[in-house]
C-alpha cells in the first residue's frame, strides 16, 4: 500500500520561507517520479516542481522559478520544496504526488498526498 505525506506548511509573510517536505512509502521501483502540485479553491491544480530518482529536477510554474527549489533524497523515497521569498500569490494547499510519467499535468499522477496548506499574508 502506497503511502504519501506532506508536512511543512503554515503561515508566513511576504517576503518569508517555507519548506515542505513528502514521504512516499511503498512505492515500486517504476514510480520513479515525484512532485509538487498546488491549487487554489476552484482552480484546477497546477504542477510547481518535479524530482526523479536519476537527478532530473523541473519547475513547471514559470512564476516561482528563482524563488522555489526542489531536491529528492532517494534512499528514503523524500522530497523537498524550498520556498523563499513568498507572495500572497502562493497561497493554496499544496499537494505532494508520486507517478511513472515526468509530466507538470496532473492527472498523469497515481500517487497523492492529502495536502498542506501554505498562506502567505501581505
Known amino acids: 500500500q502506497v503511502q504519501v505525506v506532506e508536512s511543512g506548511g503554515g503561515l508566513v509573510q511576504t517576503g518569508g520561507s517555507l519548506r515542505l517536505s513528502c514521504t512516499a512509502s511503498g512505492l515500486s521501483d517504476d514510480s520513479t517520479v515525484m512532485g509538487w502540485f498546488r491549487q487554489i479553491p476552484g482552480n484546477k491544480r497546477e504542477g510547481v516542481a518535479l524530482a526523479t530518482r536519476g537527478g532530473t529536477d523541473t519547475i513547471c510554474t514559470a512564476s516561482v522559478k528563482g524563488r522555489f527549489t526542489i531536491s529528492r533524497d532517494n534512499t528514503k523515497n523524500t522530497i523537498h520544496l524550498q520556498m523563499n521569498n513568498l507572495e500572497p500569490e502562493d497561497t493554496a494547499m499544496y499537494y505532494c504526488?508520486?507517478?511513472?510519467?515526468?509530466?507538470?499535468?496532473?492527472?498523469?499522477?497515481?500517487?497523492w498526498g492529502q495536502g498542506t496548506q501554505v498562506t502567505v499574508s501581505s
Open positions: 504526488a508520486a507517478g511513472r510519467r515526468y509530466t507538470c499535468g496532473s492527472s498523469a499522477y497515481e500517487y
